[in-house]
C-alpha cells in the first residue's frame, strides 16, 4: 500500500522525536541553500542539546519493544520503507539535487543505491544467527548469541544525503537497535523526508529520531550523544578530524564506533593496462558527485611509457564533461557544495600550478555558471610535494603523478595516513595478485572504477576508519554477542 509523494510533501521542516514532527526547544531556526544558486530552499529547525536528549529519550523508551519484535516483523517494515523510496525516486533525486546540487541522474541514482542497502538489510534481518558452542563438560551448554547493541546515534556527511544514512539507519533497524541521528547541516532535507517514509512504512514512534542543526549547533547536539551512557554506538561517516574528536569524546562511556572518514585514494595506471578501460575507469570513479565522494581518486600514478598518451586521452574526455545546475538534463557534473569546497578545490590547484603542474584542461572557477562551480581539470606534473598529494581535494582535479616502476607505485600509493579506496589497472595476472595484497586500503578496484555495492564491505583502514557498512559484514557492528552458560543439565 504504498504512497506517492509531492516534492512539497517532503520538504519537512522540523524535528522528527517519538513519531512526531517538532521545533526545537530552544525555537532556532536555520536556512537549507541551495548550492547551485544561493537560494533558501527551506528555514528548518535547528537542533542543540536539548533536541538531542529527547531524541535519546524516545529511542531509549523505544528500545525493548524493538529489540524484541520478531526479526521478519522488522523485515517487513524496512521493505514497506523500500517500497517507498522507490516509487518516490525521482521526487527524492529531485530534493537530492535541490539541496545537495548533483545532477538529477545522479540524485535518482543515489535513491536506488540507498534503498539497496534498504533492501539488503531487511533481508539480512532474518538471518542473524548465533551458535552452540560444542560441548566441553557434561551437563552444560553454552552458546553464543548476537544482540541488537541498544541506541545508534547517526551523523552523516552531505555528499550523498540519502545513500550515507540510509545505509546506517537500515542495518541498526534490521537488528533491533533504534536511532537517534543528525544529517549534515547542508543537506538535511532529504534526510527528514526519508525519516517521514520510513514513518509511513510503520516504523514505530521512537524508533528512528532525527534532528537538524547548523553546523553550529551540532556540536552541543552530537556532544549529548557522546557523553549519554544510553547511546551505545555511534556511527559516523566524514571528515577524520571530526572522527577522531568523536572517538575521544565517547571514550569515557566506552561506545561501539564505526568510523568512514577521508580516503585520499590512489589509483595507479600501470604500462600493461587497457589504456581506454582504465580513462573510462577513472572517469567513473572521479567524477561521481563532481569528485565529491571519500572514494574518489585524489591520486593518479601513471607508469613514465604511457604517462603521456593517458594524459591526453583523459583530458580530451574530461574537457568534454558538461558542468550545468542539476536543472540541465544534461548536466554532468553541477555547482560544488559551498564556498568553502571551491575554495579549497582552488587553493589545491593554485599552490599544484605553482610548483610546476600543468593543466592539461581546466583549471579555473567556472563563475559565469555561479559561485559555486568548478571547471573539471587534469593536472599534469603533479608531484608529492603539492598540496593535493597529501589532503583531498574533493573535487574535479585529476593530479597525474609519474611512476617508473611497481615498486614506487605502491609505496607512493601507500605514503599516506589514509586507506579507505584504491584502484589500480594492469592486465597482468601475475601483478595484479601482488599489488593487491600490498594496497594498504580497505577496498581496491581491480580494473573497476565502480566499486560500490550493498553486497559488499564498505569501510578503510589506518586513518581513514574501521567499521564496515553493507554485505553480511555489515551488521556486525550493530550487534554484540552474549555467551549463555547453562549448568545443571545431567
Ligand atoms: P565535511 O568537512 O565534509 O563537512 P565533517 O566531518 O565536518 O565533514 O561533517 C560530517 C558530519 O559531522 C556533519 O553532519 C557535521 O555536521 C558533523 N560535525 C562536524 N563537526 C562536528 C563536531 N565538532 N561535533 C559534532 N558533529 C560535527
Known sequence: ????????????????????????????????????????????????????????DAAA?????????????????????????????????????????????????????????????ADEATRIYGDLIPQQQRGKRMSAVKEPVGVVAAITPWNFPLAMIARKIAPALAVGCTVVGKPAEDTPLTALALVMLAHEAGVPPGVLNLIASSRES????????????RVRKITFTGSTPVGKYLARESAETLKKLSLE????????????????AAVDGLLVSKFRNGGQTCVCPNRVYVQTSVYEKFGDMLAKRVAALKVAPATD?????????????????????????????????????????????????????????????????????VPLFRFEDEAEAIHAANDTPFGLASY????????????????EAGIVGINEGAISSEAAPFGGVKESGYGREGSKYGLD??????????????
Request: glycine fraction near 8%.
Open 218 to 229: 551540532a556540536v552541543p547536539a552530537v556532544a549529548d550523544w557522546l557523553h549519554d551512557g
Open 61 to 121: 523508551r523505544a528500545f525493548p519493544a524493538w529489540r524484541d519484535a520478531l526479526p521478519k516483523d522488522r523485515a517487513a517494515v524496512l521493505h514497506r520503507w523500500h517500497a517507498l523510496m522507490l516509487e518516490n525516486a525521482d521526487v527524492l533525486g529531485r530534493l537530492i539535487s535541490l539541496e545537495q546540487g548533483k545532477p538529477f541522474a545522479e540524485g535518482r541514482g543515489e535513491v536506488l543505491y540507498g534503498a539497496s542497502y534498504v533492501a539488503w538489510f
Open 424 to 439: 589500480f589497472y594492469s592486465q597482468d595476472v601475475r601483478r595484479i595478485d601482488r599489488v593487491s595484497r600490498q594496497l
Open 1 to 56: 500500500m504504498a504512497t506517492k509523494f509531492e516534492l512539497s510533501d517532503l520538504i519537512r521542516t522540523e524535528h522528527f522525536i517519538d513519531g512526531k514532527w517538532v521545533a526545537s526547544i530552544s525555537g532556532k531556526r536555520f536556512d537549507v541553500t541551495n548550492p547551485a544558486t544561493g537560494e533558501v530552499i527551506a528555514t528548518i529547525a535547528d537542533g542543540g542539546e536539548a533536541d538531542a536528549r529527547a531524541a535519546t
Open 261 to 276: 572518514l577521508g580516503g585520499n585514494a590512489p589509483f595507479i595506471v600501470f604500462d600493461d593496462a587497457d589504456l581506454d
Open 329 to 397: 538534463s544534461a548536466a554532468q557534473i553541477g555547482p560544488m557544495i559551498n564556498a568553502r569546497a571551491v575554495d579549497k578545490i582552488a587553493r589545491h590547484v593554485d599552490d599544484a600550478v605553482s610548483k610546476g603542474a600543468r593543466a592539461l584542461t581546466g583549471g579555473k572557477r567556472l563563475t559565469a555558471l555561479g559561485p559555486n562551480y568548478y571547471a573539471p581539470t587534469v593536472l599534469a606534473d603533479a608531484t608529492s610535494e603539492m598540496q593535493l598529494s597529501c589532503e583531498e581535494t574533493f573535487g574535479p582535479v
Open 477 to 490: 557492528d550493530y550487534l554484540s554477542i552474549k555467551y549463555l552458560c547453562q549448568g545443571g543439565l545431567d
